[in-house]
């Protein structure tokens, strides 16, 4: 637990799913719709920090959002995005992945490759 880190010190009440070490929250600038962080419980400062055994339930917290948002909204595309260290565009120093649903013209390209 860091005291100056934003992702320390979110509200439980914001979680809209938990398990043993990881919680998910919406993302507060959502690059589209239902954009969520998976953000450890633990403070590490990136994937290198964190011990390998939590990532079991980071399988657990993607089976879940991609049921839930395959039952409710009927889609099963998106996009999980994770930066480690600042090169990587790391804005928040705690181990977080986004995990971005995609829709039909939703005019995202998150392939640099293909940018003009
Ligand atoms: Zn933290």
């Given at each position: 637990m860091s005291n100056n880190c934003v992702f320390c010190n979110?509200?439980?009440?914001?979680?809209i799913f938990e398990n043993n070490h990881f919680f998910v929250v919406l993302d507060k600038?959502?690059?589209?719709?239902?954009?969520c962080l998976i953000v450890s419980k633990l403070h590490f400062?990136?994937?290198?920090?964190?011990?390998?055994?939590i990532f079991n339930n980071l399988w657990d917290v993607l089976q879940f959002l991609i049921t839930s948002f395959k039952n409710k909204y009927w889609f099963e595309d998106f996009n999980i995005l994770h930066a480690s260290w600042k090169n990587a565009q790391?804005?928040?120093?705690h181990l977080h992945i986004h995990f971005v649903p995609r829709y039909k013209n939703d005019n995202l390209d998150l392939w640099i490759k293909n940018k003009k």
């Open positions: 979110i509200d439980k009440k914001n979680y600038n959502p690059i589209t719709k239902w954009h400062n990136n994937i290198f920090d964190a011990n390998i055994s790391q804005s928040v120093g």
